[in-house]
């Protein structure tokens, strides 16, 4: 590690035993960072796609510096580092590691490094549930570390005040920040009825992963639209859920509709929900309008506009539209690029607010 690095691994972590993740106070616990502070940062999993467009962020961001990278099949990433199997990699010679690993496996890690006193950044599903007997019951198998429950969610709109010096993150997927991101607004105001909340996303072919599976290669889904784990089946209902009640506990259930589509990147929810008396159009518009002023990674379309696709390929934002439905029924379409503001770029974006960064360095 250089001189600009932070100082020893036995200061940074006794600082990781002593402080706690949870509810931190925004002044007390901001560090004051340098512009020109650099932090070592490890990649395990940095081959598959949302790894690839990591360390591609990564490799450009002002205050970090990528000191290994793990492969279990690959040795030299188009960056030029080698890569190390993951038992090989030095996991005490960083700051930060990101997770970019199955469940399961993610979270044994997780717990590892936090023993180690480095952060994490989890991008598997391992971190994301609040109880690790909900995780069991949707994962099909013990929690890995359950002592890290429940862990920041790193969705930066709408929780960042619980991110911010957090010495691990649970990185949220691209359809449940695309959903969230639809309905934040109004569930941070009550608005929603005890009707259910109807979620329909479409993802490209790279949400499958990088893994050869018949159903996901390209010949097999061009042409084609597939629905899967449709209605309660799909394991981000709990998730959605868990977040949704903590801004409004009498939220109505969710029904959740992905969909897979032909195309290489991109996530679309267009989200369904009725509406308590009294909310017109012009009330949820304000609401999206004020609960989003000044995001710098949201954008509110104006009225008459819906989000799609193109609004956010290869970006690092989100895009929300706001639409009429019938009666109390209001209709928001978010979009996101899945492997960035629905995986990478989030946890870059969450590994400035750890690190008391600028939120946007590295994605602006």
Same mark, same amino acid.
């Given at each position: ?15 990781? =035993? ?22 070592? $940062? ?10 690839? %467009? ?42 930060? /590691?990101?997770?970019?690993? *199955? ?10 490094? /936090?023993?180690?006193? &480095? ?12 109880? *690790? ?7 099909? +198998? !013990? ?6 429950? *429940?862990?920041? #969610? ?8 619980n991110l911010i010096n957090a010495k691990w993150v649970a990185n949220p997927g691209c359809h449940v920040t695309a959903t969230l991101l639809a309905l934040y607004p109004l569930a941070r105001a009550g608005a929603l009825t005890t009707a259910p909340v109807i979620a329909d996303t479409k993802t490209g072919v790279s949400g499958a992963g990088k893994s050869l599976k018949l159903d996901s290669m390209f010949v097999e889904v061009y042409g084609d639209v597939k629905p899967y784990n449709i209605g309660r089946t799909h394991r981000h209902v709990p998730e959605i859920e868990q977040e949704l009640r903590k801004l409004q506990p009498d939220v109505g *259930?969710?029904?959740?509709?992905? +969909? =897979?589509?032909?195309?290489? $990147?991109?996530?679309?929810?267009? $989200? ?15 609401? #999206? !309008? ?7 990674? %949201?954008? /509110? ?7 799609? #696709? ?19 029924? &209001? ?6 690029? @899945? ?12 590994? @400035? ?12």
């Open positions: 590690m250089t001189a600009e690095m932070t100082t020893s691994t036995e200061t940074r972590r006794a600082a990781a =035993l002593a402080a706690s993740p949870a509810q931190p106070d925004l002044e007390a616990t901001r560090p004051s960072r340098s512009a020109s502070q650099k932090y070592a $940062v490890g990649v395990y999993g940095a081959t598959g796609y949302t790894g690839q %467009v990591l360390m591609s962020l990564l490799s450009r961001h002002p205050n970090a510096q990528v000191i290994f990278a793990t492969s279990e099949s690959s040795r030299e990433t188009a960056e030029g580092l080698e890569l190390v199997p993951a038992a090989e990699a030095p996991l005490d010679s960083a700051d930060v /590691v990101f997770l970019c690993l *199955p469940h399961g496996t993610s979270g044994a890690l997780a717990a590892k490094a /936090v023993a180690a006193g &480095v952060r994490a950044i989890d991008l598997s599903a391992d971190l994301r549930l609040d109880s *690790p007997e909900v995780y069991q019951q949707w994962y099909k +198998h !013990e929690h890995p570390a359950p002592h890290l429950l *429940p862990a920041p #969610f790193g969705l930066p709109e709408i929780n960042r005040h *259930p969710l029904i959740f509709a992905p +969909h =897979l589509v032909p195309v290489d $990147v991109g996530l679309l929810a267009t $989200v369904y929900a009725r509406l308590k008396p009294g909310w017109t159009l012009a009330r949820v518009r304000e609401a #999206f !309008e004020t609960a989003y002023a000044g995001e710098p990674l %949201v954008e /509110v379309l104006p009225a008459g506009r819906v989000a799609r #696709f193109n609004d956010v390929a290869r970006k690092n934002n989100a895009v929300i539209g706001i639409s009429e439905g019938a009666g109390d029924t &209001v209709i928001i379409t978010s979009a996101i690029d @899945n492997l960035r503001k629905g995986a990478a770029s989030q946890a870059v974006q969450n590994f @400035n607010l750890m690190m008391g960064l600028p939120e946007t360095a590295g994605l602006l």
